[in-house]
């Protein structure tokens, strides 16, 4: 392998033989999985003595409600409405309550059969947190396969489990697979043709952009769960948001994350304590203000992988723009190695690597006799190769130049240099299109509405 140096400010990065035994005391890169990039508290100074002074730590206080108002309208528009929780496991428990309680509601005012309604239908390539959701509320996950494209649940075995599965459904969970946009408007229909219920598990997709530019989720009437941790794009350190355009589904959730507590302060309906700190709220206002650029670096850095490992598998991008929390790739047919041995010979070479999600959640021993499985024949495939590499806030271009001749090398592929824009500067982002679409929006519909 060529030697490559590169300075930078996370230290040294050196590359020498390819040899794992001349690895194995000393990696030769330091490139993590993740870089966890929260605001510093440090620079925080005068705003963390602001809410010292103040005396509200907590309970819906005012940098909390200030920070909800923002994302509401620089995010969202002002469509609808944002709440925050301590996390977005608690925030899918929450709204997945929620909605199932509404909908039986509505069911038994019409003397309907609110019985029997007892599966949580959700895609067994996730994170665990969906179907813990679930089973905290009572419902078993009902785990359906995934599209081979986009990874997210297919929709021809999301139909046959609606068909075979029927009233006994209770809450349809989407997850908008590694931040990446999904047809919410699938999800209306089915609610409305069926009377089911949707949550959609939104975890990575806070600052993902559907295909006109609309921030995901934004018009959508069920509540949307993101996540606020550390290792998320929008990196806080710990927490979520509910977000929906149903603004009084927002405020029932803000009343159920306040142990339920109406007025006067008695639960009336049902509760638990989901609130941040006022802190929490500070580091989350925080993070808005660089965000765009922080999502914009991301999405280079993953156009930079596609185009420097040809006939690997990536996932098909819906929308605009996704918040990437790291790149997932599947190698090509004529690889042999093993993806655990892949994964191992990276982190000997000093280069982080996970299998997102291997074991999937129908696989896992907790959910193995806690849950009902349709064909899971994809989900099995994906889960079985897939590889996730590093993309973090910090990271280079020339860190992704070795990442993938590193991986090329390790699987006995060409790891010839690839010609790359010396500067990510000069890699267009989709915003750019965006941009460019505005002005093209702004200068042209005027002449044509006055040729009209």
């Known amino acids: 392998m060529a030697t490559l ?36 508290l440090r620079s925080l100074g005068p705003d963390l003595a602001r809410i010292e002074a103040s005396g509200v730590f907590t309970n819906y206080g005012p940098t909390n409600t200030r920070f909800e108002r923002t994302l509401e309208n620089d995010m969202f528009g002002g469509r609808g409405s944002c709440l ?4 977005a496991t608690i925030g899918l ?27 949580a239908l959700m895609p067994s390539f996730t994170f665990a947190a969906a179907a813990h959701a679930a089973d905290w509320v009572g419902l078993t996950p009902l785990f359906c396969d995934i599209d081979e494209n986009d990874w997210a649940a297919s929709a021809a075995a999301e139909d046959s489990l609606i068909r075979q599965y029927g009233s006994e459904i209770a809450v349809i969970v989407p997850y908008a697979t590694f931040g990446n946009n999904i047809d919410l408007r699938r999800y209306e229909r089915i609610a409305a043709e069926t ?8 975890a990575a997709s806070l600052g993902s952009l559907e295909l006109f530019g609309e921030a995901f989720g934004a018009s959508f009437p069920f509540p949307i769960v993101f996540s606020m941790h550390a290792t998320k794009t929008f990196s806080t350190g710990e927490g979520g948001v509910i977000y929906s355009t149903d603004r009084t ?20 309906m049902p509760g ?26 991301r999405e280079r850095l993953a156009i930079l992988y596609r185009s420097m490992l040809p006939g690997w598998g990536f996932q098909r991008m819906n929308g605009l723009r996704c918040a990437y929390q790291f790149m997932p790739v599947l190698p090509p047919g004529m690889v042999a190695m093993p993806r655990d041995e892949i994964v191992a010979s990276l982190k000997i070479r000093g280069i982080g690597a996970a299998c997102y999600f291997a074991p999937h959640v129908a696989e896992q021993p907790f959910f193995r006799n806690r849950a009902v ?70 200068r042209v519909i005027p002449l044509m509405e006055t040729a009209t």
């Not at 589904?249 to 009336?268: K, Q, V, W, Y």
């Open 5 to 40: 140096e590169l300075s930078t400010q996370f230290g040294e990065l050196h590359s020498g033989t390819s040899n794992d035994e001349s690895h194995a005391d000393s990696p030769t890169f330091d490139i993590p999985f993740i870089r966890p990039n929260p605001p510093s």
């Open 84 to 87: 925050t929780v301590c996390n």
């Open 93 to 119: 428990m929450m709204a997945i309550r929620y909605v199932v309680d509404r909908a039986e509601a509505q069911r038994a005012s019409t003397h309907r059969n609110v019985h029997g309604r007892r599966y």
């Open 195 to 202: 009377g089911i219920p949707v949550v959609v598990d939104a």
């Open 249 to 268: 589904a927002i405020s029932d959730l803000r009343t159920m994350g306040n142990f339920g507590f109406g007025e006067p302060r008695s639960a009336t």
């Open 272 to 297: 638990l304590n989901s609130k941040i700190s006022e802190v929490s709220a500070l580091l989350a206002l925080t993070r808005l203000k660089d965000f765009d650029g922080v999502v914009g670096h």
């Open 373 to 442: 499985c349709g064909d899971l024949a994809v989900t099995e495939r994906v889960s079985k190769s897939i590889i996730a590499l590093p993309l973090w806030d910090g990271m280079t271009g020339e860190m992704v130049k070795i990442v993938c001749q590193t991986l090329l090398e390790i699987c006995g592929l060409d790891a010839s240099p690839t010609l790359v824009p010396s500067s990510l500067a000069t890699i267009p982002s989709m915003n750019s299109a965006l941009a460019q679409l505005d002005s093209f929006s702004d």
